[in-house]
């Protein structure tokens, strides 16, 4: 099993860096609408849908981003529509979610988990597709640090359980680990790109290292979100396309709620 889960992650790794750096934004953003409408997919099945609803909620939500990323060229307008967007997933994974998970996330009623699913899926694509092929990376390695950050720091210090009756292997100690290894990440990245360099000085630090704090933090509710969605539909995982891993949205739970906040952030820096 853990080798089947490096040798996926390996070649999952060595896909994205390809296809983000190779490949020109509109053939990225058709490969991200697949990647959403197979993550919908299972979305739609952890809601417990029926008969064919997972297949054309999937197609629905792959072929909504592909619509938007058609819709909204380049242009002062679109970003404004974008921000828009991202900024309404950021309020739900700010505010929403954490409230949805204290109060738990039940199984009825699914149109209401299918909606959510919009929110959760449409404006990740579209950060990953809107962002530069460096800035993706940039975020994304901020999403894997803080995991790997709180799995080896929970292992090695946890004993408080963060969320029991949803994920009982998280710890406050996991989360405290990612705080700080992605704390210093945003400090490393600000010293050493040249974008963030000439951008983050004096007083600009406080807010700049707050949103990396933000960020970790809703990488948390994120992967906390679709951990409570797989509780309630009684599964380990939301798939099994991934040997070692699970499904889709077992790999992007963290991200999905990550891109749009972290767009939006480095949009109002590098502005």
Known sequence: MLLARIA?????????????????????????????????????????????APLAYGGLVGGLLAALTIALPAGAGAQGATNGLLLAAGLFWIIVAPIWLWRGVAAQPRLLLAAAGLMVLVPAGLAAVALSPADLLVLLGLVWLADSAAYFTGRAFGRRKLAPTISPGKTWAGVWGAVLATSAYAIICAVSIPTLASRIDGLAWVPYVAGAVLLCFVS????????????QAGVKDSGTLLPGHGGILDRIDSATATLPVGALLLHWILV
């Open 8 to 52: 996926t992650a390996a070649l999952l790794l060595a896909g994205f860096l390809a296809a983000n750096f190779l490949l020109a934004r509109p053939q990225f953003a058709v490969l991200m609408s697949l990647v959403v409408a197979g993550a919908a997919y299972e979305w739609a099945r952890l809601c417990r849908l029926a008969g064919g």
């Open 220 to 231: 948390v509710v994120g992967d906390l979100f679709e951990s409570a969605l797989k509780r």
